[in-house]
């Protein structure tokens, strides 16, 4: 049976909503955690919480120049419910709110080096290495924005409400009347009179209107400067001293700009993910775990669980999938089947490939490659179909290697099931 983070992971693969508006944004892997988002913001002038961050006491003369009249002291972790959330040495929180910055020190110390556990963690937490220490501002209002790439637009749309700091898929479920939808022109940007149009939405009031729409403004330029495919700030608020801070940022990017953008890829954190997740990654394959004995190797998220649905109709478990994607190479085949076999559980391979834009021949060499290179010691099952089959067919009767053919998914299922 999947374990939780590994179903989540398979749906995020698929795709992820944003909005019940049927606004879609595509999964990406790049994963950045609360502090680091924000200093993308500043970076782009967008009004942000002062905050600095420690590592521990070595850290404290960080401190020495921040004077607020309250500090929030968070636990930076990819994970959320950290308020609620418990460490490995009994301390309870992850967020922590003081006016004595004396008792900042003491409070970092207790989180630093320990396990943060919450609803969204695996079951032993997650190893927290930064704290982030910030100034507590005194929220008035909430309000929430996004600014998603659309593939029903054909570009970016900014999503607006004046009811921020909650679900946004409640609001669009319940009053839909309060959630704002902006095309916005890819080549001109945002205008100045579609900014303030949404700052007026959000509810914002006399000078406050301007400030929230400057915000808005640098928040589209930072959308399109570092090539992201959504930015959501929940909430935008309003604090008590007239000022709109982006208070909580999620961003998402586009991975074909990895190689534009390689300072920010490069701050991506991998605490909680799969050394293979992170090893497939690197050669362009996609690869969740799971918690069967048969290991998938196939092209396409919808051949994939076609793939496990009849593994498990025929009594087996998947003991991953692995999607080699469309324009695969033999070398890509070779290292998508160390991957496969790094998993000790792994008894049996099973590789399902229907060619289209995928070359069969492409595969079948990889193949033969892959289980002479490694001499692969577990059952194979290759069920091809599509382009080149025929000559892909003939690759593996040639090889003269212990591979096991089949003529459709439901036979290779079969015989990858009674292999082990």
Do not use: W
């Not at 944004?25 to 790049?30: A, G, I």
């Not at 890509?332 to 069969?360: E, M, P, R, W």
Request: proline residues 3%; negative net charge; contains cysteine.
């Amino acid at each position: 049976m999947a374990t939780l983070a590994s179903l989540s992971k398979f749906c995020t693969y698929l795709a992820k909503p944003t909005v019940q508006t049927c606004f879609r944004v595509p999964s990406r892997n790049l994963n950045l955690l609360e502090y680091q988002s924000k200093k993308l913001l500043e970076e782009s002038g967008v009004a942000i919480q002062n905050f600095r961050i420690l590592e521990g006491k070595k850290d404290a003369d960080v401190l020495k120049d921040f004077n607020v009249n309250e500090y929030v002291v968070k636990a930076q972790i990819l994970a959320g419910g950290r308020g609620k959330g418990h460490f490995d040495n009994g301390f309870k929180g992850g967020v922590h709110i003081t006016k004595d910055r004396s008792a900042v020190i003491p409070l970092v110390e207790k989180m630093v080096g320990h396990k943060l556990i919450t609803k969204q963690t695996p079951k032993d937490g997650i190893l927290v290495k930064k704290v982030m220490v910030a100034d507590s501002i005194n929220i008035v209002r909430e309000t929430y924005l996004s600014i998603v790439m659309d593939r029903e637009h054909n570009g970016p749309v900014l999503i607006a409400s004046p009811d921020g700091g909650m679900d946004i898929e409640a609001v669009a479920e319940e009053t839909p009347n309060r959630i704002k939808t902006i095309p916005i022109n890819i080549t001109n940007g945002i205008s100045r009179e579609q900014a303030v149009d949404v700052a007026r939405f959000l509810e914002f009031k006399g000078t406050l209107v301007e400030k929230a729409a400057d915000e808005i403004t640098k928040l589209y330029g930072l959308f399109t400067k570092v090539d992201a495919v959504q930015i959501e700030i929940n909430p935008l608020a309003e604090t008590d001293d007239g000022r709109v801070i982006s208070v909580d940022a999620k961003l998402n990017f586009d991975d074909n700009a990895q190689f534009r953008q390689k300072d920010i890829f490069a701050m991506e954190v991998h605490e909680d993910t799969d050394p293979k997740e992170i090893e497939a990654s690197k050669y362009n394959l996609n690869y969740i775990a799971m918690e069967g004995n048969i290991g998938c190797l196939v092209n396409g998220a919808g051949l994939a669980m076609a793939t496990m649905d009849i593994i498990k109709l025929n009594g087996g478990t998947p003991a991953n999938f692995l999607d080699v994607g469309g324009n695969v190479k033999e070398e890509q085949v070779l290292k998508a089947f160390q991957i496969l076999t790094s998993d000790a559980n792994v008894k049996a391979i099973l590789v399902n490939v229907f060619g289209g834009i995928v070359n069969c021949a492409t595969i079948a060499n990889g193949i033969v490659n892959a289980t002479k290179t490694m001499n692969l010691q577990v059952p194979l099952i290759v069920r091809l179909e599509g382009t080149n089959v025929q000559a892909a067919k003939k690759i593996l009767e040639q090889s003269g290697l212990k591979i096991e053919s089949a003529y459709d998914l439901d036979e290779a299922a079969k015989k990858a099931v009674q292999s082990i």
